[in-house]
């Protein structure tokens, strides 16, 4: 398995392949500000919760290195993790109810951490295996593990991403993209590059 | 009648949680569902519908109104100018 492309995203920018695309440092809304540098012309963005615009960005920067000779629509599988759920959205719609008074529709229907894969799936249409995980830090042998399986299962690429979106707003978003290959991934190289994004 | 858009446009995004909208990113006239508008999806048409009721005191009745009431901010506005107890 080789990795074709990575991203990160943190309130500071986001980075493509270790290389910054748009700083946001000082901006009081920073999604946006990603959003609106990227071109990309999607409203829905705006309903969206913060994990799914952050995994929406990166993806949108990520798919462009998937090989022409991919069947995207079957043979791409989606692999996510986190630690803190849809602890944001979850703590907003509790506020929806318990404060204002009004359970929200909109807040709701993103009260689980894996709909942002659903997101991803709709966009693109991709609709090949896709799975969410919660693990205590990310793991890169849960990932390569992951990566493993979806290939020996009729995939040929995976797109995976560990994605926080936490109450005290230390977002963090590392999407990789990887391609079936001779190519040994190994748990150390994982880390690291995932370490050097963590370093910015 | 262009205060009262301003206002239903904040309203809207406070109701939608559009957090990262600003009034002046909705045009009055562009449709506010599917993709060539905003994006909103029936789960929002709900929201629209207690929108009504809390704010303005108005009930849809029948929830098939909803698709011109809620067409854009315009129609929206319109509707609820004519029908706000």
Redesign the interface.
């Known amino acids: 398995m080789r990795i074709l492309a990575h991203s990160y995203i943190q309130p500071n920018g986001i980075w493509l392949n270790q290389t910054c695309v748009k700083s946001t440092v000082g901006e009081e809304?920073w999604?946006?500000a990603i959003?609106q540098n990227s071109g990309v012309e999607?409203?829905?963005?705006?309903?969206m919760d913060d994990l799914s615009k952050m995994s929406f960005l990166s993806s949108e920067l990520l798919r462009k290195f998937i090989p022409a000779e991919i069947d995207q629509e079957n043979e791409l599988a989606l692999i996510f993790a986190n630690h803190s759920t849809s602890q944001l959205t979850d703590t907003?719609f509790h506020d929806s109810y318990a404060v204002q008074g009004?359970p929200?529709?909109?807040?709701f229907?993103y009260t689980l951490p894996n709909i942002l894969t659903g997101e991803l799936c709709i966009r693109n249409k991709w609709y090949g295996e896709n799975c969410f995980y919660i693990s205590e830090q990310f793991d890169a042998a849960l990932f390569i593990d992951q990566i493993q399986f979806a290939f020996n299962h009729g995939n040929s690429c995976c797109l995976c991403g560990w994605v926080e979106a936490k109450t005290d707003g230390s977002h963090e978003c590392f999407l990789f993209l990887v391609l079936l290959s001779e190519e040994k991934l190994d748990i150390n190289t994982l880390n690291n590059l995932y370490k050097t994004y963590k370093n910015e | 009648m262009s205060d009262f858009k301003e206002t239903l446009k904040a309203q809207i995004i406070e109701q939608l949680n559009l957090e990262d909208l600003q009034p002046s990113d909705i045009q009055d006239d562009a449709p506010l569902f599917g993709e060539d508008g905003l994006g909103l999806d029936s789960i929002d048409a709900l929201e629209f519908i207690v929108l009504l009721d809390s704010n303005y005191n108005i009930k849809i009745a029948d929830p098939n109104q909803g698709r011109d009431i809620f067409y854009s901010v315009n129609t929206l506005a319109d509707y609820i100018s004519k029908n706000k107890q």
Not at chain 1, 104 to 107: A, G, N, Q, R, T
């Open positions: 809304n999604l946006k959003y999607y409203p829905k963005f705006y309903k907003k009004n929200s529709p909109s807040l229907v």
